[in-house]
Antibody, heavy 126, light 108 residues
Framework: QVQLVESGGGVVRPGRSLRLSCAAS????????MHWVRQAPGKGLEWVAV????????KYADSVKGRFTISRDNSKNTLYLQMNSLRGDDAAVYFC???????????????????WGQGTLVTVSS | SSELTQDPAVSVALGQTVRITCQGD??????ANWYQKKPGQAPVLVIY???YRPSGIPDRFSGSNSGNTDSLTITGAQAEDEADYYC???????????FGPGTRVSVL
């Protein structure tokens, strides 16, 4: 079955960097878009970034654009999130999520997250 | 506007029916997905494409759309349905990046 396991979270000082990883198994990782979604303490889900299956397309939330970089290594079945210039409002549980889509007549109909990891906690504190 | 709005909280008696709504202009033309989130657990997809239920999701969960409002209905709520529920939709590029603020469902 699909398994996504995040790692790399921890306590970091404001302005510093952290790299999160998401190890994937149980599916053809190189064929799927992958996302990062976060949840700050007591807050709702916030989409962070997406990377296409072939790494050609990357998109970011405005709140992290220019500071975070999403990447993947299909040979290692691993997704990454490089987080630089961390701020207090970046503190959250970070989830990786597998993208699934349905098509009709060759056109994408629905896109959604069908599998999620358990998350890794990032704490930003001086 | 690309914003999605949800009621903060609803409660339902055990075995009764509850409907959670998600409003937004984007929902007139785009679908909604729904995720269940329990504390300390990964989110779980319960509805995609307005009204499709993934395999393994109980049939007491259903979804619908009317105009700018999507709804998630739990018919015969169970204690294990107590959770936060988030609607989710796509942005103008097709990326499912929009989340509603979430609705906390309490089962009494």
């Amino acid at each position: 079955q699909v398994q996504l396991v995040e790692s790399g979270g921890g306590v970091v000082r404001p302005g510093r960097s952290l790299r999160l990883s998401c190890a994937a198994s149980g599916f053809a990782f190189s064929s799927y878009g992958m996302h990062w979604v976060r949840q700050a303490p007591g807050k709702g889900l916030e989409w962070v970034a997406v990377i296409s299956y072939d790494s050609k397309t990357k998109k970011y939330a405005d709140s992290v654009k220019g500071r975070f970089t999403i990447s993947r290594d299909n040979s290692k079945n691993t997704l990454y999130l490089q987080m630089n210039s961390l701020r207090g409002d970046d503190a959250a549980v970070y989830f990786c999520a597998k993208e699934e889509l349905t098509t009709i007549f060759g056109m994408v109909k629905y896109v959604f997250f069908d599998s999620w990891g358990q998350g890794t906690l990032v704490t930003v504190s001086s | 506007s690309s914003e999605l709005t949800q009621d903060p909280a609803v409660s339902v008696a055990l075995g009764q029916t509850v409907r959670i709504t998600c409003q937004g202009d984007s929902l007139r033309n785009h679908y909604a997905n729904w995720y269940q989130k329990k504390p300390g657990q990964a989110p779980v997809l319960v509805i995609y494409g307005d009204n499709y239920r993934p395999s393994g999701i109980p049939d007491r969960f259903s979804g619908s759309n009317s105009g700018n409002t999507d709804s998630l209905t739990i018919t015969g709520a169970q204690a294990e349905d107590e959770a936060d529920y988030y609607c989710n939709s796509r942005d103008s590029s097709g990326n499912p990046s929009l989340f509603g603020p979430g609705t906390r469902v309490s089962v009494l």
